[in-house]
């Protein structure tokens, strides 16, 4: 596979990146204004794709030399009932803006994944998961209805009773199946912005699990983990959770973030001695074995959104993030084995967390999680280190029997892809015909033997 990064001679910067800002591939960019405006009269050549704020680490997101339709300007609530808290909204509204109105009436997302700059339209098409995954599902499991438009102009009410075989391709349907003009779904009641937090340090994959098997109950549970250090330091990590506070309490406005990363970081900034100390600081900032404090929301769900853009941490070329889901009945040897692999590649970010999925059964035909661990974390882009990693990582995940979240890829390779999600030939007979993605152009070629 060649690598589209952008040459450091690139003019032309692409108006619209995916998260990772790799690979970098041009598109024409047409926003949507309005429901009416899709599809177009006539379907665009090279294809098209619906996209939303580009959060996706890699390709799911682009569509090279296509037609992306940015769906920012469908950015209407159109109804709310506050005696069920089901709202309705258009695709392109972002889950920022849904706190924005909701928090204050005391109500919050049903799920929510580690950051709020995402569009609805984008949490269904990739059936987002958050930290309460192992109680609530994915957010699919809280859409009760929404219209998708076909290239051909045919408008289809979708719901687990009209057309559920388009409401469960289109949940975890990568944008393929048409655009979602509008959704509906259940909001939860609050009582304040305040969550109940326990932050426990852990050594080691055995204690992690532990703390799984006794938070069951709580409703978010995700952990932190150092991914460089080895020896006794291995697999240590904090495991947070928390609750909603019963109390009443505040339910203003978040502030909008002031930081922004103001240029991209040269590549020393994450090297090995830097991620060290790092996660050093990190572990020890807690000087207690175990911490129980109330906190804000914001923090609690999105640390990472308090500096905008601070993807150009990792410098100009761009990051690669690796999320895998591994199976029970591996989980344990499997994370400790792809562990292991990462601390001695010595490539691993700062930015890496471990949580466990529950059984609540995903409603999307192509949906990410399955019940047992999730991994992901962030690697800089070194082409020559981190790419034979990830095709590693991705190989191993494999034979674990787990599989590969394509919101947060841009490595696997088509047979690994047929592999992880056997159903994609079912799935490819909603595949609208003008829509593609250069996700899906890559995974769906015929495996080399
Ligand atoms: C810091 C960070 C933390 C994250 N944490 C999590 C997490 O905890 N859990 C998790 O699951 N994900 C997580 N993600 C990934 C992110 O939630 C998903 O990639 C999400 O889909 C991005 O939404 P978006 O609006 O940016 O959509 P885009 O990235 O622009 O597009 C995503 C997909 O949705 C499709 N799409 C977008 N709008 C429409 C529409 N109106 N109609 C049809 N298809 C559409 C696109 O075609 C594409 O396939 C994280 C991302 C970041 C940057």
């Given amino acids: 596979m060649s690598d589209p990064i952008a040459s450091p001679k690139e003019k032309r910067a692409p108006e619209f990146s995916s998260w990772g800002r790799y690979p970098v591939y041009h598109a024409n960019i047409i926003p949507l204004q309005w429901q009416k405006d899709f599809p177009p009269p006539v379907p665009?050549?090279?294809?098209?794709?619906?996209?939303?704020?580009?959060?996706?680490?890699?390709?799911?997101?682009?569509?090279?030399?296509?037609?992306?339709?940015?769906?920012?300007?469908?950015?209407?609530?159109?109804?709310?009932?506050?005696?069920?808290?089901?709202?309705?909204?258009?695709?392109?509204?972002?889950?920022a803006e849904i706190l924005d109105f909701a928090v204050p009436h005391g109500w919050f997302l049903p799920v929510t994944p580690g950051t709020k700059y995402v569009t609805v339209g984008g949490a269904i098409a990739n059936d987002i998961h958050g930290k309460n995954h192992h109680l609530a599902g994915t957010?699919?499991?809280?859409?009760?209805?929404?219209?998708?438009?076909?290239?051909?102009?045919?408008?289809?009410?979708?719901?687990?009773?009209?057309?559920?075989?388009?409401?469960?391709?289109?949940?975890?349907?990568?944008?393929?199946?048409?655009?979602?003009?509008?959704?509906?779904?259940?909001?939860?009641?609050?009582?304040?912005?305040?969550?109940?937090?326990?932050?426990?340090?852990?050594?080691?994959?055995?204690?992690?699990?532990?703390?799984t098997r006794e938070s069951q109950r709580i409703e978010y549970t995700v952990a932190w983990i150092d991914c460089v250090s080895t020896g006794r330091n291995f697999a240590r990590g904090i495991f947070m959770q928390g609750d909603h506070s019963s109390e009443p309490g505040p339910l203003n406005i978040s502030r909008k973030p002031k930081l922004r990363m103001p240029i991209d970081l040269?590549?020393?900034?994450?090297?090995?001695?830097?991620?060290?100390?790092?996660?050093?600081?990190?572990?020890?900032?807690?000087?207690?074995?175990?911490?129980?404090?109330?906190?804000?929301?914001?923090?609690?769900?999105?640390?990472?959104?308090?500096v905008m853009d601070w993807n150009r941490g990792y410098g100009k070329r761009g990051l690669l993030q690796f999320q895998c889901a591994l199976p029970w009945g591996h989980a344990h040897e499997a994370t400790i084995a792809i562990l292991k692999t990462i601390t001695a590649s010595g490539l691993a970010s700062f930015l890496a967390v471990l949580k466990a999925f529950g059984d609540v059964p995903s409603r999307g035909m192509m949906s990410f999680p399955q019940p047992g661990i999730t991994l992901a974390l962030d690697f800089p882009i070194k082409p020559d280190r981190s790419f034979p990693l990830l095709d590693r990582l991705a190989?191993?995940?494999?034979?674990?029997?787990?599989?590969?979240?394509?919101?947060?890829d841009a490595r696997m390779t088509a047979a690994q892809f047929q592999d992880f999600y056997p159903q994609w030939r079912d799935f490819a007979r909603y595949r609208d015909p003008n829509i593609t993605s250069s996700f899906w152009e890559r995974v769906t070629q015929r495996p080399t033997a």
């Fill in 395 to 408: 190989q191993m995940t494999l034979e674990f029997g787990g599989r590969m979240y394509p919101a947060k």
């Fill in 139 to 211: 957010f699919g499991n809280h859409v009760s209805r929404f219209e998708l438009v076909r290239s051909d102009g045919t408008r289809i009410l979708c719901s687990p009773t009209e057309h559920s075989e388009w409401y469960c391709a289109t949940i975890g349907g990568m944008g393929l199946t048409g655009l979602i003009t509008w959704a509906e779904f259940q909001l939860k009641p609050i009582a304040s912005r305040l969550i109940k937090y326990e932050g426990i340090k852990f050594h080691g994959i055995d204690e992690f699990l532990q703390l």
């Fill in 44 to 95: 665009p050549h090279n294809g098209m794709l619906p996209v939303g704020l580009g959060r996706s680490y890699g390709d799911v997101c682009l569509l090279k030399d296509g037609n992306l339709i940015t769906t920012r300007a469908l950015d209407r609530l159109l109804a709310f009932d506050p005696q069920t808290g089901i709202l309705r909204c258009e695709a392109g509204v972002s889950l």
């Fill in 266 to 306: 040269p590549g020393f900034a994450l090297s090995r001695p830097s991620v060290m100390a790092f996660n050093t600081l990190y572990y020890n900032k807690q000087l207690s074995k175990q911490v129980r404090t109330m906190v804000d929301y914001e923090p609690f769900f999105y640390p990472l959104d308090a």
